[in-house]
């Protein structure tokens, strides 16, 4: 398997921008990863994708906001944040599924004040 570890969460003021990384134990150029989030009481959800190939997805709350890329020669996927609203406020978790395994991350705590 395989460790993630998310980091750059924080608090930020609406309209701010946070940098999410997510680095990986092994090199995981082969995978699409995801960018996960819950807020409380609610289900997490998928926020962004990227392939193998680097072609990318989000979810309609965060297009045109949110921006996924990937570094494989340093085994990290980034999720750039822009235009922060106060409901983009949860635990932003990075995965990976391999072989039909999901591997998480611990999250980062990402909180957006009005």
């Known amino acids: 398997q395989v460790q993630l570890v998310e980091s750059g969460g924080g608090l930020v003021q609406a309209g701010g921008s946070l940098r999410l990384s997510c680095t990986a134990s092994?090199?995981?150029?082969?995978?699409?990863m995801g960018w996960f989030r819950e807020a409380p009481g609610e289900q997490r959800e998928l926020v962004a994708a990227i392939t193998s190939n680097g072609d990318t997805s989000y979810a309609d709350s965060v297009k045109g906001r949110f921006t996924i890329s990937r570094d494989n020669t340093k085994n990290t996927v980034y999720l750039q944040m822009n235009s922060l609203k106060p409901e983009d406020t949860a635990v932003y978790y990075c995965?990976?599924?391999?072989?039909?395994?999901?591997?998480w991350g611990q999250g980062t705590q990402v909180t957006v004040s009005s």
């Open positions: 995965n990976v599924n391999l072989g039909g395994l999901d591997s």
């Open positions: 092994r090199s995981l150029w082969r995978n699409g």
